[in-house]
C-alpha cells in the first residue's frame, strides 16, 4: 500500500511527502453505549488508512483517493466544501482545525486503506483520524492533544458528514495500542488500557457483505429515542437510568422507546461484566456477554438484519465463544472470539452455509489488536 501511495504522489505531485496512517477499530462490547454516556470497550486493528502528505505553499488542499481513483481540490473556508462525500471528511478536519485556533496549510496529498468500507470497522473515522494527526504534526508542533484530535474528527461527522455520531470510533483510531483493548467511559472521558493478547484464541470479523450507510439512517432515530426516555426519566443520559427507573416510566413511553433504553441500560452492564471477566482469563464470560449484545441488538434495539443474526446463529451452532454483531448495525460484520481449536472449522463453515443462502460468501478478516493514530518512518 505505501509503494501504491508513493508512486501515485510522485505522478502526480512530482515529489515525496511524509507518511501517516491510522487503524480502524474493533468494539469488543458496548454498543450505542457512546452517546448514551456509557462505557464502550475498544481496539485499534492492524487495518488502516495511510496518506503521503506534503504542504503545497498555497491556499488549496488537493487529495487523490486510490481506492475511489478520485481527485478532489478546495480550499480552507467554509464556503469551499466539497461535493464528493469521502473529501468532505478531509475538508471536515481541516476545518474543525481551523475553527480550534490551529493552523492549516494548503497541502497535497494521496491515500488508501485497507479498513473494509461499509462494514463496521469505522474506515471514516480513521481516514479523519489520519488527517487530524498528520495536520497536528505537520503544522501544529503537535500541540492538539489526542482527546481534542478524537473531538476533531467527532465534530466532522456532526458537523460535515451528517452523522450524530458518539466518540468511541475517533477515541480508539487516535489512542489504540498494541495488545491492548481500552475501557472508556464516554462521559468523563477517563480510560484504562487493558492487555489483550488472546492465546488459545482468535479475533475474526465475518462481513456479510450487506452495506449500511449511516447518513440519514435509522441510527439517528435510535439516538433520539434514548435522549427521549432519558429526558422522561429527567437524567442526562441513559448512563443514569437503571431498570427500574426504566419500568416506572414505561407507561408514559412508548414500547419502541422502553426496548431501546432496556438494551443501553443491560449494555453498559455487559461491558463491566467482560472487563471483570477479562481480568480474570475467563473469556466464557466474555463470551456469553457477546451473545447477549447481539441478542439485545438484534431483538430491542433492531440494528441487525437477516444475515448477521444467520452469522450470529452459525458461530454458536460452532460452539465459537462469542460472537455479535459490530459497529452500528444494519449490515457490516460479526465480530466472533474464537478457540484455535474450531477456528479452521467455523470459517469453512460460515462460507459455505452463508453462500448456499445468501448466494455469495462472506469476508472473513482475521484482526489483531494494533496501533493507533502515528507518523510513518
Not at 218 to 233: D, F, G, I, T, W
Amino acid at each position: 500500500m505505501k509503494d501504491s501511495i508513493s508512486t501515485q504522489f510522485k505522478q502526480r505531485f512530482g515529489t515525496d511527502g511524509v507518511f501517516y496512517a491510522s487503524a480502524g477499530r474493533i468494539n469488543l462490547i458496548g454498543e450505542h453505549t457512546d452517546y448514551n454516556g456509557g462505557f464502550v470497550f475498544p481496539g485499534a486493528i492492524d487495518k488502516v488508512i495511510m496518506a503521503e502528505i506534503k504542504e503545497n505553499g498555497t491556499d488549496k488542499v488537493r487529495v487523490y483517493s486510490i481506492d475511489i481513483d478520485d481527485y478532489a481540490e478546495f480550499g480552507l473556508n467554509e464556503e469551499d466544501a466539497p461535493k464528493q462525500q469521502w473529501a468532505r471528511y478531509i475538508f471536515g478536519v481541516c476545518r474543525e482545525v481551523i475553527k480550534r485556533g490551529g493552523v492549516v496549510k494548503g497541502f497535497d496529498s494521496v491515500f488508501a486503506g485497507n479498513v473494509p468500507l461499509g462494514a463496521g470497522l469505522s474506515s471514516s473515522a480513521a481516514l479523519e483520524s489520519c488527517y487530524a494527526f498528520a495536520i497536528n504534526d505537520m503544522f501544529n508542533n503537535g500541540n492538539i492533544d489526542k482527546f481534542e484530535l478524537a473531538r476533531i474528527g467527532q465534530s466532522t461527522e456532526h458537523n460535515y458528514c451528517g452523522v450524530n455520531c458518539g466518540i468511541m470510533d475517533q477515541f480508539a483510531s487516535v489512542f489504540g495500542k498494541k495488545d491492548h483493548l481500552m475501557r472508556l467511559d464516554c462521559r468523563s472521558m477517563e480510560f484504562e488500557y487493558f492487555p489483550f493478547k488472546l492465546d488459545g484464541y482468535r479475533l475474526v470479523l465475518v462481513d456479510s457483505k450487506v452495506k449500511h450507510e449511516l447518513v440519514d439512517s435509522p441510527y439517528n432515530k435510535r439516538r433520539q429515542s434514548c435522549e427521549h426516555v432519558a429526558k422522561e426519566l429527567g437524567v442526562e443520559t441513559l448512563r443514569d437510568a437503571d431498570m427500574a427507573a426504566l419500568d416506572s416510566v414505561k407507561d408514559k413511553i412508548s414500547q419502541e422507546d422502553y426496548n431501546r433504553a432496556k438494551y443501553v441500560i443491560e449494555e453498559k452492564q455487559r461491558v463491566l461484566d467482560v472487563c471483570d471477566a477479562l481480568q480474570r482469563g475467563d473469556y466464557d464470560t466474555v463470551g456469553d456477554r457477546m451473545y447477549k449484545t447481539h441478542e439485545g441488538m438484534s431483538k430491542l434495539y433492531e440494528v441487525s438484519c437477516e444475515e448477521l443474526d444467520f452469522l450470529n446463529d452459525v458461530a454458536r451452532e460452532c460452539g465459537v465463544t462469542g460472537s455479535r454483531i459490530m459497529g452500528g448495525g444494519f449490515g457490516g460484520c460479526t465480530i466472533n472470539l474464537v478457540k484455535d481449536s474450531l477456528y479452521d472449522r467455523f470459517i469453512e463453515t460460515a462460507i459455505e452455509k452463508f453462500n448456499a443462502k445468501y448466494g455469495h460468501e462472506p469476508q472473513i478478516y482475521p484482526v489483531i489488536v494494533s496501533d493507533g493514530a502515528r507518523r510513518v518512518e
